[in-house]
């Protein structure tokens, strides 16, 4: 089977695909050994690629989610409350009159 050097990246763990590694190292694998570590950002084919996986980590985890369920400008304007529609009337139809459970 052909095999193929990589770079371990700054993404690594103390063992990419079965080796204890350290960041720089550069390994001669099999496509199927590299295809998780590659998926990984653990390994790259060449130096660029190294630097690159660490800045698109970098970026992804940078951004911070928006908290719905407490953003009172969400698009439900529940505001956090998860009932848009708390304080008003019921819209439950039981059957019976509206005044049928009234004493009078």
Known sequence: MDTKEYIVTKLAGPKVAGRFVKH???????EPEARL????GAIATDKAGA???VGLVKKKHDK???DKAGDPSSEDGA???GQ???GKASTVDTGKPA???AAG
């Not at 570590?37 to 990984?40: A, K």
């Open 24 to 30: 720089g190292d550069t390994l001669v694998l099999t």
């Open 37 to 40: 570590e590659l998926l990984n």
């Open 51 to 53: 630097d690159a996986a």
């Open 64 to 66: 911070k989610p928006a």
């Open 79 to 81: 505001g956090g409350s």
């Open 84 to 86: 848009a529609d708390a």
């Open 99 to 101: 005044d049928a459970g």
